[in-house]
């Protein structure tokens, strides 16, 4: 049984950063394709950024571009989310989510995965 757990979350001010970690066990992530997704209230579960495998391709919402990274360390068998000049609407229960198949295509789409992190909560409020 694998496991993917994320931390890192918390309440930051508009204009601040996080960086949420998912961290694996039982499974080893350099080939396995990662998304972030987030959870707004009353709103559905939208892929924020993906990676099709280390080294592989990342795509990334159009609403987080230029403020959002995703990475990862091979070492740690961890994928991280770095999120830069958050504002208010990036507020959700933010979710990782890893799958041995997925291809850059469709590592956007939240049906395609496997495994699923129990959640960390981002709020950005002033």
């Known amino acids: 049984q694998w496991q993917l757990v994320e931390s890192g979350g918390g309440l930051v001010q508009p204009g601040g950063s996080l960086r949420l970690s998912c961290a694996a066990s039982g499974r080893t992530l350099d080939n396995y394709a990662i998304g972030w997704f987030r959870q707004a209230p009353g709103k559905e579960r939208e892929g924020v950024v993906c990676s099709s495998k280390s080294g592989g391709g990342t795509n990334y919402a159009d609403s987080v571009k230029g403020r959002f990274t995703i990475s990862r360390d091979n070492a740690k068998n961890t994928v991280y989310l770095q999120m830069n000049s958050l504002k208010p609407e990036d507020t959700a229960v933010y979710y990782c989510?890893?799958?041995?198949?997925?291809?850059?295509?469709?590592?956007?789409?939240?049906?395609?995965?496997?495994?699923w992190g129990q959640g960390t909560q981002v709020t950005v409020s002033s």
């Open positions: 989510a890893g799958d041995p198949h997925t291809a850059q295509a469709v590592c956007m789409l939240k049906n395609v995965y496997i495994k």
